[in-house]
Structures are given as structure tokens and as C-alpha cells.
């Protein structure tokens, strides 16, 4: 079937792949599918004062009829665990644009942030058939009319895949560890550092001397005093300040412009007094909040690559860290995501030191399928995202 829009003559085009991602980390392709899918009725227009853009990386070609061909870089993927394996379907749309090649090559090239209704002007010989074109491609994905910056879709783009490991083999692993590749310069004249600290320095030094990321974990309750005070010292308020007469708590790790836009979402599974389930931080509070009661140790080994999966089995708690993007986008634009990875680093860095000073252990996970982490967390909205968790408990 097809979308026709005066001048133009859209059809959309779906490439569906289904892959098995089993705990052997066995990778196994399914079947593929083609199909020729229907437009949307009724299509929603696009504001007037919406600045639509071609989605990143997209690629835009003729195909052998003359058509005008877009194809998003975004898969569409739907995640589902099963008892031995889990399915990912991905799904890729292209969209093929016949008729007028012409106006459809200048609507694309005038595509540039420019409102909608300077777009409509500019097409003059086919405006209103140029807004149901661009409704077309936003609702398929080829055209980008949030106005979200790019790091929200670089942050969507890199959402972990199905192959752990980035495809490496074993060995390939343990060559790129221990190759001693890192960044030296002969030629600069070397000057020696002290190894010798000052006393001011020890007891942090001792800290982060003991501090490992284990493979496993031996299981066994947390204690509730210790949970609370890896929460307090690694997450908590540490002073305040006044900014133009308004009180501003100060956390204990830094962040961009004093915005703290990472939010923390621990997930208990065994620690004395608390009742497993997702909670959330308040910081300001110093409490958690009672999120979901039913999400344990199996949602989370069920979001989990098979190969991270065995390291869940004796974790006491899972501290996820999300990021609520528009806090940062609305001051740091376009370089939001990287004030927020830094944030995230900060903050993930406090809680494996303050795991290590009580005697625990702390790991840093990111190897999780995003979408089944957001579910459980219950995120709908792409505004807040998962970006990484600490695991805690005793190796």
C-alpha cells in the first residue's frame, strides 16, 4: 500500500530481522521478513512552529525506478525474554518517495531547522502537499521534528546490542587488554612523580587500593545500616549554598552547573529490613521511595546480555543510574550528553568507593538491554533513560 500526497507518491518499506541471543551467548538469526506497510491514517500534521530536520546519519538515495529513497539509521527493536533465549526483533524502514523527484530533493535540502511554515512558503507549487510529505517521513522516521538535541539520539543509537563483547572473541579480549597500548610520547622528556603520599592522602589511598570489580558475588543480605550509609556518603546532601537568595543543596558529587540531572533508582534484592523492589532516591530527603514491590533478581537477569547474566546471581542491590535529559539540554544544548555522562561517572565512582570503605564490593554494569531496564524501572517517556548500573554486594 501506499501514502499519496498530491506530487508525491510515498511507500513505506519494512526489513524485519529476528535474532536469539541464548545464556550460552550463542547468537542465532532467525527469519527475515519484507513488507510493503500501509501510511498512517489519519496522519497527524506538523505545527506550524515545528523545526523539522533530516534524522542523523540517514542516508538518502535514487533507487534504479527514480524514486527518492530515505533510510533512518534508527532500528526499530522490540525486545522479549524467553525461558532459553531472548528474541530481538529489529525492524529498519525505508521510504521511497515517487513522483515529483524534483520537489522532493528541494524540500530535502531546505530541511535545516526551518519552521514548517517557511517550508510550506518556500515549496509554493506543492506546499500543503510538502507538509503531508513531511508528516510522512516524521512518523517513519526519516525527519527529526522534536527538537530534541543530538545527544538524545546518539544516546538512543548506542543502546547495547545483542553480540556481548562488541562481537570479540576471547582471545581477541585478552589481547586488547594486555596489549600496553596506551598513549606514550618518546620523545618528550620524562619527569619523575613521588609515589610517596602525604598522610592527609592515606586513607583515601587505602580505599581505592582495595577497590576491585569482582566477577562474582558470594550472595548473602546486606546489612540495612550499611545500605543506608552507601546511599548517604555516595548519593547524598553534603551542604548548601544560597544562589541569588534560593537554597541550593549541594550533593556529593559533582555536577554540571548544579543541575543533577542523574537520578538513582536502587533495586533491592536482599538487604535487611527492606522489601525487595525498585525504590528511588530522594535525595533531599534522604528516603526512598517505594517504586514497585514486583521487580526482583529475574527482571533484571532477564534485561541482562547472557554474558552478564551469571555476575546478577549474588548481588544484594542494583543502583541504577538514569538521566533525565531536558534538565541538562535546557542549559548545555547539544554537549548535554557529555555533562551527563560525566555526572553518571561521578556518581558511580562515589558508590563503588563508599562499597569498598564498608567491606563490600561494588561493579559497574552497563551490560543491559535498555528497553527492559526502563520497563522495569518504568520509564515510558525518552525524556529519562537508563545509562548504567552499580552493582552491590559481597565477592
Same mark, same amino acid.
Given at each position: 500500500?501506499?501514502?499519496?500526497?498530491?506530487?508525491?507518491?510515498?511507500?513505506?518499506?519494512?526489513?524485519?530481522?529476528?535474532?536469539?541471543?541464548?545464556?550460552?551467548?550463542?547468537?542465532?538469526?532467525?527469519?527475515?521478513?519484507?513488507?510493503?506497510?500501509?501510511?498512517?491514517?489519519?496522519?497527524?500534521?506538523?505545527?506550524?512552529?515545528?523545526?523539522?530536520?533530516?534524522?542523523?546519519? @540517514?542516508?538518502?538515495?535514487?533507487?534504479?525506478?527514480?524514486?527518492?529513497?530515505?533510510?533512518?539509521?534508527?532500528?526499530?527493536?522490540?525486545?522479549?525474554?524467553?525461558?532459553?533465549?531472548?528474541?530481538?526483533?529489529? @525492524?529498519?524502514?525505508?521510504?521511497?518517495?515517487?513522483?515529483?523527484?524534483?520537489?522532493?530533493?528541494?524540500?530535502?535540502?531546505?530541511?535545516?531547522?526551518?519552521?514548517?511554515?517557511?517550508?510550506?512558503?518556500? *515549496?509554493?507549487?506543492?506546499?500543503?502537499?510538502?507538509?503531508?510529505?513531511?508528516?510522512?517521513?516524521?512518523?517513519?522516521?526519516?525527519?527529526?521534528?522534536?527538537?530534541?538535541?543530538?545527544?538524545?539520539?546518539?544516546? @538512543?543509537?548506542?543502546?547495547?546490542?545483542?553480540?556481548?563483547?562488541?562481537?570479540?572473541?576471547?582471545? %581477541?579480549?585478552?589481547?586488547?587488554?594486555?596489549?600496553?597500548?596506551?598513549?606514550?610520547?618518546?620523545?618528550?622528556? *620524562?619527569?619523575?612523580?613521588?609515589?610517596?603520599?602525604? &598522610?592527609?592522602?592515606?586513607?583515601?589511598? %587505602?580505599?581505592?587500593?582495595?577497590?576491585?570489580?569482582?566477577?562474582?558475588?558470594?550472595?548473602?543480605?546486606?546489612?540495612?545500616?550499611?545500605?543506608?550509609?552507601?546511599?548517604?556518603?555516595?548519593?547524598?546532601?553534603?551542604?548548601?549554598?544560597?544562589?541569588?537568595?534560593?537554597?541550593?543543596?549541594?550533593?556529593?558529587? &559533582?555536577?554540571?552547573?548544579?543541575?543533577?540531572?542523574?537520578?538513582?533508582?536502587?533495586?533491592?534484592?536482599?538487604?535487611?529490613?527492606?522489601?525487595?523492589?525498585?525504590?528511588?532516591?530522594?535525595?533531599?530527603?534522604?528516603?526512598?521511595?517505594?517504586?514497585?514491590?514486583?521487580?526482583?533478581?529475574?527482571?533484571?537477569?532477564?534485561?541482562?546480555?547472557?554474558?552478564?547474566?551469571?555476575?546478577?546471581?549474588?548481588?544484594?542491590?542494583?543502583?541504577?543510574? @538514569?538521566?533525565?535529559?531536558?534538565?541538562?539540554?535546557?542549559?548545555?544544548?547539544?554537549?548535554?550528553?557529555?555533562?551527563?555522562?560525566?555526572?553518571?561517572?561521578?556518581?558511580?565512582?562515589?558508590?563503588?568507593?563508599?562499597?569498598?570503605?564498608?567491606?563490600?564490593?561494588?561493579?559497574?554494569?552497563?551490560?543491559?538491554?535498555?528497553?527492559?531496564?526502563?520497563?522495569?524501572?518504568?520509564?515510558?517517556?525518552?525524556?529519562?533513560?537508563?545509562?548504567?548500573?552499580?552493582?552491590?554486594?559481597?565477592?
Amino acid at each position: 500500500m501506499t501514502g499519496r500526497s498530491g506530487c508525491f507518491v510515498v511507500e513505506l518499506r519494512d526489513a524485519i530481522v529476528t535474532e536469539y541471543a541464548f545464556d550460552t551467548d550463542i547468537l542465532v538469526e532467525g527469519a527475515r521478513e519484507t513488507r510493503t506497510v500501509a501510511a498512517p491514517t489519519p496522519l497527524a500534521a506538523l505545527p506550524d512552529q515545528a523545526r523539522p530536520v533530516l534524522a542523523p546519519a @540517514t542516508r538518502c538515495y535514487l533507487d534504479e525506478a527514480g524514486d527518492v529513497c530515505l533510510a533512518p539509521s534508527l532500528d526499530r527493536i522490540e525486545v522479549e525474554r524467553g525461558p532459553v533465549a531472548t528474541a530481538i526483533r529489529r @525492524t529498519r524502514r525505508e521510504i521511497a518517495i515517487a513522483g515529483d523527484a524534483a520537489a522532493a530533493w528541494r524540500l530535502l535540502r531546505l530541511l535545516d531547522g526551518r519552521p514548517v511554515a517557511k517550508l510550506v512558503e518556500a *515549496m509554493a507549487d506543492c506546499g500543503e502537499e510538502a507538509r503531508r510529505l513531511l508528516a510522512m517521513l516524521a512518523e517513519a522516521g526519516a525527519v527529526d521534528a522534536s527538537g530534541r538535541p543530538y545527544g538524545r539520539f546518539l544516546h @538512543t543509537a548506542s543502546h547495547v546490542g545483542v553480540l556481548p563483547n562488541g562481537g570479540l572473541s576471547a582471545d %581477541a579480549i585478552l589481547d586488547l587488554v594486555t596489549d600496553g597500548g596506551y598513549r606514550t610520547y618518546p620523545d618528550a622528556p *620524562m619527569v619523575p612523580v613521588a609515589t610517596a603520599l602525604p &598522610p592527609a592522602l592515606d586513607a583515601l589511598h %587505602a580505599v581505592i587500593r582495595r577497590r576491585r570489580s569482582p566477577f562474582a558475588f558470594a550472595g548473602g543480605p546486606l546489612a540495612r545500616a550499611d545500605f543506608d550509609g552507601l546511599l548517604t556518603a555516595a548519593c547524598g546532601i553534603t551542604g548548601e549554598v544560597s544562589l541569588g537568595g534560593r537554597p541550593l543543596q549541594l550533593r556529593a558529587y &559533582p555536577s554540571g552547573g548544579g543541575l543533577y540531572a542523574v537520578e538513582v533508582y536502587p533495586m533491592v534484592f536482599d538487604v535487611a529490613g527492606l522489601d525487595p523492589g525498585v525504590y528511588h532516591y530522594r535525595a533531599g530527603a534522604s528516603a526512598l521511595e517505594l517504586l514497585d514491590p514486583g521487580v526482583g533478581r529475574e527482571a533484571m537477569l532477564a534485561a541482562a546480555l547472557p554474558s552478564q547474566r551469571p555476575i546478577l546471581d549474588g548481588v544484594a542491590a542494583m543502583i541504577c543510574l @538514569t538521566g533525565v535529559f531536558p534538565r541538562f539540554e535546557r542549559k548545555y544544548g547539544e554537549g548535554s550528553n557529555r555533562v551527563l555522562a560525566a555526572e553518571a561517572g561521578h556518581l558511580a565512582q562515589n558508590l563503588l568507593l563508599a562499597a569498598t570503605a564498608l567491606g563490600l564490593q561494588g561493579r559497574p554494569c552497563g551490560g543491559f538491554f535498555d528497553a527492559l531496564v526502563n520497563s522495569a524501572l518504568g520509564l515510558e517517556s525518552e525524556e529519562e533513560q537508563f545509562l548504567l548500573a552499580v552493582l552491590i554486594g559481597r565477592a
